[in-house]
């Protein structure tokens, strides 16, 4: 793995909980972190919801915009992000996003520079997933989208959010040409089956994760974990997921000739 970028759409998809449930229960190898970079445009949604606010906002992507002007940006990266493990072990952790959306029109060089950062990041062993929300994959921020191994669209199967989807991909498909594999996350709350999303989409579905507004409430708003939380239908459900996106980043690191993660790759970016 190297580097997911995560976007949805209308219909309010879910797409930071889908992130969260994939940083909490991604398989890591010995030695491997899982960063969660929140880069949506409208703004952050963990340390309000998941953190409950037990975290400050005197930490995240927006005290970097400083950092890339003064040209320390790697320094400053490793100093935002903030452990979410009980065990304080720093295997999983997040960048916390923007507190005010106004501040997005000032962050154009710094999505180019995390970028960058991004691509390189699999030779510290670490692995991101960035969250873009509904806008970032598109616009300023589109480049984090376009230096991913793959773009992950977060939808529900109702006619709204595929109507929204759809269009959406479409100008991914036109966006990204061949350089990063594209793949959709269901999220089952509507009444539309796998095979006929499929058909609409005209793209294969690469993973489904149950609609569980309680477990996921745990992870959007900070909810007090029910029994066997780690267990739950989504969270293992968010751990299948892992494997069908490995194999969409090999067959792209494959098909490009890069190296395969954990070798080192792109290490000349950083």
């Known amino acids: 793995m190297a580097v997911i970028a995560l976007t949805g759409g209308l219909g309010s998809p879910g797409v930071t909980t889908t992130a969260l449930a994939l940083l909490m229960t991604w398989p890591l190898e010995s030695g491997r972190r899982m960063i969660l970079a929140e880069c949506d445009p409208d703004g952050g949604a963990v340390l309000p919801g998941a953190l409950q606010g037990t975290v400050d ?3 995240g992507v927006r005290h970097l915009a400083v950092a890339v002007r003064q040209g320390q940006l790697v320094e400053s990266f490793w100093r935002q992000l903030v452990d979410l493990t009980d065990e304080g072990t720093g295997e999983r952790t997040v960048l916390p996003g923007l507190w005010d959306p106004t501040h997005a029109s000032t962050m154009g ?3 180019e520079e995390l970028a960058k950062l991004f691509a390189g990041i699999d030779q510290h062993r670490h692995d991101v997933l960035v969250d873009l929300g509904r806008r970032g994959a ?4 589109a480049v984090l989208a376009q230096r991913a191994d793959v773009v992950v669209m977060v939808a529900r199967n109702t006619l709204r959010s595929l109507q929204s989807a759809q269009v959406r991909l479409t100008a991914l498909r036109e966006q990204l040409g061949s350089a990063t594999e594209i793949a959709v996350l269901l999220i089952d709350a509507g009444p539309f089956p796998r095979q006929e999303v499929e058909r609409q989409l005209n793209h294969r579905v690469a993973a ?4 569980r507004p309680e477990q996921a409430a745990v992870l959007s708003d900070g ?13 293992r459900a968010a751990r299948t997921a892992a494997a069908p996106l490995q194999q969409l980043i090999a067959a792209r690191r494959g098909r490009l000739g890069l190296p395969a993660t954990g070798q080192g790759a792109m290490s000349g970016a950083w």
């Open 208 to 211: 489904v994760l149950p609609w």
């Open 57 to 59: 906002n005197n930490r």
């Open 138 to 141: 598109f616009g300023p921020s």
């Open 223 to 235: 909810a007090d974990q029910p029994r066997r939380f780690a267990s739950c239908d989504l969270m």
């Open 109 to 111: 060089t710094v999505w």
